[in-house]
């Protein structure tokens, strides 16, 4: 089975498991976790913030990350496309009390001039208070589109000079690194808080960091045991962490590679995608998405049906170059090339 529906679904490496079996471990909830501890050091050093916090998914880190820099009734500025608008039950809303402005826009990204036309801050009893922006590196539903080190800062700089805090929902901020050749810390350096997943193309098992001020940080371990993301021996679950950080960043490349192998191929035939794809996410457009999923299933192609005109393909660690080329060999032959009407 070629699995390519997401980069959730890659496996602990022989590396990785490891590293697990033989962690250090303790009461993370007293603090007494040895490897939780050395892997929220890690976290904090690569993106250049005083403290990091390990979570148990990125729907917490962002969860956690809006609700310890607002108040209920407060409202944030996202992407209409973005992960928290989407894909994380309304927990802003229901959790937080907290308003969306959200934005339209296919690659996911904010510009500043949208973040501007948006914020609220009238002195006026009819209007909720605009306090945080909240950007995603790299756009899950925007094609794996990245911001640039300049963008986040021109961002950062729009929402400061207003008094607005940044979040960023790092899911995916090592594919934007490795894509841009720049270090992680230039993405992250200039917004309040940033969050990154262990579990995707990284590897781990499970797992995100939600990085940011030493007093964001303590404010975020209560909001953790309030959500019930306190978790005790988790060591063996950081030692993953630790692992994917130091051995298995680089390999992100590969997986951006061959995503470009495939679109490129595909594109030849005279397929059509619906985004730029600069990591490793395709929406490849066809009209029946279910019944081109089930056909590619029956190969032994595992894709996402995604929107009502697309299938979604990601590239992970997984997916060797000779997946790659025996998945594009399958992918052309069965699938009928469509365009936009
Ligand atoms: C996957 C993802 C998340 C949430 O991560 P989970 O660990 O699945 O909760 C958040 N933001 C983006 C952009 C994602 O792709």
Redesign the pocket.
């Known amino acids: 089975m070629i699995d390519l529906r997401s980069d959730?679904v890659t496996m602990p490496s022989p590396g990785m498991r490891d590293a697990m079996a033989t962690a250090e471990v303790g009461d993370d909830v007293y603090g007494e976790d040895p490897t939780v501890n050395a892997l929220q050091d890690r976290a904090a050093a690569l993106t250049g913030k005083e403290a990091a916090l390990f979570v148990p998914?990125?729907?917490?880190a962002?969860l956690i990350a809006f609700l310890a820099q607002t108040r209920p009734g407060d409202t944030v500025i996202l992407s209409e496309e973005s992960?928290p608008f989407h894909?994380e039950a309304a927990n802003m809303a229901r959790v937080g009390g907290l308003l969306a402005s959200a934005e339209p826009g296919l690659l996911g990204k904010l510009s500043p001039e949208a973040i501007r036309r948006r914020v609220v801050q009238i002195d006026d009893p009819h209007f909720s208070h605009t306090t945080l922006v909240s950007i995603?590196n790299t756009?899950?539903r925007g094609g794996g589109a990245v911001y640039t080190p300049d963008e986040v800062r021109e961002v950062a700089t729009l929402a400061h000079g207003l008094g607005i805090k940044l979040h960023c929902?790092g899911?995916?901020l090592f594919n934007s690194a490795v894509a841009q050749g720049v270090p992680v810390l230039e993405l992250a350096a200039p917004c309040d808080s940033v969050c990154f997943?262990l579990?995707?193309g990284l590897g781990a098992p499970a797992g995100?960091l939600l990085c940011g001020s030493r007093m964001l940080i303590r404010e975020a371990l209560r909001l953790r045991k309030m959500l019930g993301g306190g978790m005790r021996q988790v060591g063996v679950l950081a030692a993953a962490g630790l692992h994917a950080l130091a051995h298995q960043v680089q390999d992100l490349a590969r997986d951006h590679t061959h995503a470009r192998q495939c679109r490129e191929a595909l594109e030849a035939e005279g397929h059509e995608f619906l985004l730029p794809s600069p990591t490793n996410i395709l929406y490849l457009r066809q009209a029946e998405p279910y019944l081109a999923a089930g056909l590619l299933a029956g190969e032994g192609v595992c894709v996402l049906p995604h929107d009502p005109d697309s299938i979604r393909i990601v590239f992970h660690r997984d997916i060797s170059d000779d997946d790659t080329a025996r998945c594009i060999d399958i992918l052309r032959r069965l699938l009928q090339p469509c365009r936009r009407a």
């Open positions: 959730t998914s990125g729907t917490m962002n992960h894909y995603e756009t899950n929902d899911a995916r997943c579990s995707k995100s």
